[in-house]
Structure formats: C-alpha cells, structure tokens
C-alpha cells in the first residue's frame, strides 16, 4: 500500500483506479474545453468537439472505487456537474452539496447513488448511471 496523492489530467487516468478521487473546479469554462478544440462556428466540429470531453468526462468520474468529490464554482459550474446534478434530483437520489465558499461548492458523489439500484460498491462498474447521465448530454 503506498501513501500518496497523484496528480493526474483526466487524459492520464484511463484505465487507472484509486480508492478517493477528486475533481478540481470543474467550471464551465475549463471543462469541457471547447474553446481548444477550434470548432469555431462549425455545428459538426462542435458535436465531435462535445462528444469527446462528455467520453473523458466519464472516464474520469468512473476511476474512483468508493468517494468522488467534484468541486465547481457557483458561477458558473460545469455542463457534467449540471447534469449529474438533474439526473439525481429527477430520481430522489441524493449527492452532498455543501458551500466551501461564497465562490465555490462541493459536491460528493456518493457511490451508491452512481448505480442502478444502489447495490455496487465501486463507482467504475457502474450498472447504468453514468451511462444515463452522459447519454442525455
């Protein structure tokens, strides 16, 4: 067992699980990072552009095996945090929002909130609600 904090973009973590993991001011602006992607005024470049940050977008938020803490301002938070947020109100499942600051909330994502039914204890064989969740973006 080593001790630790690894430092990682969401591109580094493919294929990697940790116990805890943390998203870090995930604003609207940063991520997804559509800007970077020089879609411009193309519609077709912006959907691939989109298709993209929702597929690393969700292979990040299924590394962690039992906490997930996303951290967003309240200005403007991002398109990902939006939608877990709907999808888990549309279903009376619940997250921990709480306000770290005027500027900045915490959302912890709790794993048995993230699966069908409620039952698996890892966050990366999710059962259906990440699947749903990335599907309606």
């Given at each position: 067992?080593k001790?630790?904090?690894?430092?990682?973009?969401?591109?580094?973590?493919?294929?990697?699980?940790y116990?805890?993991?943390?998203?870090i001011?995930?604003?609207?602006?940063i991520?997804?990072?559509?800007?970077?992607?020089?879609?411009?005024?193309d519609?077709d470049?912006?959907?691939?552009?989109m298709?993209?940050?929702?597929?690393l977008c969700y292979?990040?938020?299924?590394?962690?095996?039992?906490?997930?803490?996303?951290?967003?301002?309240?200005?403007?938070?991002?398109v990902f945090?939006?939608?877990?947020?709907?999808?888990q109100s549309e279903?009376n499942?619940s997250?921990v929002?709480?306000?770290?600051d005027?500027?900045l909330r915490?959302?912890?994502?709790?794993?048995n909130?993230?699966?069908?039914g409620?039952?698996?204890?890892?966050?990366?064989?999710?059962s259906?609600?990440?699947?749903?969740?990335?599907?309606?973006i």
């Amino acid at each position: 067992n080593k001790i630790g904090v690894t430092l990682s973009t969401f591109h580094g973590l493919k294929g990697l699980e940790y116990d805890k993991m943390f998203m870090i001011y995930m604003d609207n602006s940063i991520f997804p990072n559509l800007d970077a992607a020089g879609y411009a005024e193309d519609l077709d470049e912006y959907d691939k552009a989109m298709e993209s940050e929702t597929r690393l977008c969700y292979v990040a938020m299924t590394r962690p095996r039992n906490e997930l803490r996303i951290y967003y301002p309240t200005s403007r938070p991002s398109v990902f945090v939006k939608r877990l947020q709907e999808y888990q109100s549309e279903r009376n499942k619940s997250t921990v929002n709480e306000v770290v600051d005027d500027k900045l909330r915490l959302m912890d994502v709790l794993p048995n909130t993230l699966v069908s039914g409620g039952t698996s204890p890892s966050v990366s064989k999710s059962s259906g609600f990440l699947d749903n969740v990335f599907k309606q973006i």
